[in-house]
């Protein structure tokens, strides 16, 4: 009975969450727009959020795996409940860039820790357990996402903002009161002895692609967000509603992919998923550009589907690499990795789209992660032909 109310309350406080994240995401360059009139500071929204979130992440798995998970969950919730406070009562912009480097440091452990925790929590079946709560994730934000649309004739304020901090508090709340009888479940080794495993997993080859794998993963995730919804308005003839319906493609694909994909990489193994999905997303990526806009959704549709399988995989295989004293630290690492896509992906992407090369741009991202796929499959085959000998 305990396991049950473990996972629906790390399940439901983040869906909670990111439902809140759905409803301000697109009040946040809105409100610095008006506020500084300069599209520049728009853009240093996203940037603030990717420092301190990329910052936090290892010493934040550090200290989780030494003091315990639940801690810095329940404190991350808390956080991003000080911070729409700090959104609502915001006059300048550095105010509210202030605010957006604190929701990384608050969504941080997030995104990171909670599947540290499940991996833990439910060792049988872990990546299912990540799936499940990486698709509350993304179902939370398409549905904050969608009543922010159908209230936005209704609130026309800044209210959203205190309902993403009452909710952020629920989810606190929640988080808090359900791991209370969890009995810690990290316990660390000295940071010493975690650094020296980290270093000597990531001179496995395997572990190397797949890391490789990460980046192009968080790459992926930054130009659904970003490059390609302005591709689609200047390339695609795509209207409002059009690259609407882009962001609700890609979170509920990226969903679907994870509830799917979670109990075959328990049964069949992490590497043929994680094959796969790189696969799948290289095949979305290379045809996406060349269709008309129907045909462009579904391909990317494919596409999130892809990343979507490769995240659960992925993140459950670095987990079985280290022991459990280790999860926090690698989950770090994971979305280290990430946020390193993330963050330069979507300028570098920018670039190439604004010299006229989109089409090129994304044919090559679409080989890199083929490429990616392959000597994944490579290594794999590599390391399971020297433990036949």
């Not at 193994?269 to 579904?298: H, K, N, Q, T």
């Not at 630290?329 to 990795?337: D, E, K, P, R, V």
Request: charged share 10%; net charge positive.
């Amino acid at each position: 009975m305990a396991k049950v109310k473990w996972i629906v309350a790390l399940n439901g406080s983040v869906f909670l969450l990111m439902f809140g994240v759905g409803m301000i995401v697109a009040l946040l360059p809105q409100k610095v727009l008006t506020i500084s009139g300069s599209v520049t500071l728009v853009g240093g929204l996203a940037s603030a959020f990717a420092v301190s979130y990329i910052l936090a992440q290892i010493p934040l798995g550090k200290l989780a795996d030494r003091f315990g998970t639940q801690w810095f969950l329940t404190a991350g919730y808390f956080i991003c409940a000080i911070v729409g406070l700090v959104y609502y009562q915001a006059e300048t912009a550095a105010a509210m860039m202030i605010g957006r480097m604190i929701q990384g440091l608050g969504e941080a452990p997030l995104w990171a820790l909670a599947p540290a925790l499940l991996s833990v929590l439910y060792p049988s079946n872990k990546a299912r357990a990540m799936g499940w709560y990486n698709a509350s994730i993304h179902l939370g934000l398409t549905a904050g996402s969608l009543a922010g649309v159908l209230v936005s004739a209704v609130w026309t304020g800044s209210e959203p903002f205190l309902l993403f901090a009452g909710v952020s508090a629920m989810g606190g709340i929640w988080t808090l009161l359900a791991l209370r009888d969890t009995g810690g479940a990290v316990s660390g080794a000295g940071p010493g002895g975690a650094s020296a495993d980290i270093g000597r997993l990531l001179k496995n080859r395997t572990v190397l692609f797949v890391c490789a794998g990460i980046m192009l993963y968080g790459l992926g995730y930054g130009i659904f967000l970003t490059v390609i919804p302005a591709f689609l308005l200047m390339h695609k003839g795509a209207g409002a509603s059009a690259v609407g319906l882009s962001f609700v493609v890609f979170y509920v694909a990226i969903s679907l992919a994870q509830i799917i994909a979670g109990p075959i990489a328990d049964r069949a193994g992490r590497v043929m998923p994680m094959i796969s999905g790189l696969a799948v997303m290289a095949f979305g990526m290379m045809v996406f550009p060349c269709l008309p806009l129907v045909y462009a959704l579904a391909a990317l549709f494919l596409a999130a589907f892809g990343l979507g399988v490769f995240l659960v995989a992925s993140l459950a295989f670095l987990n079985d690499q280290v022991d459990v004293h280790l999860r926090g630290t690698i989950s770090g690492a994971y979305y280290l990795f990430w946020g390193v896509g993330y963050f330069f992906g979507p300028m570098v992407m920018g670039i190439i789209g604004d010299a006229g090369h989109d089409k090129m741009g994304f044919l090559v991202l679409g080989v890199l992660y083929a490429v990616i796929a392959g000597m994944l499959g490579l290594a794999n085959r590599r390391t399971s032909a020297a433990k036949s000998f």
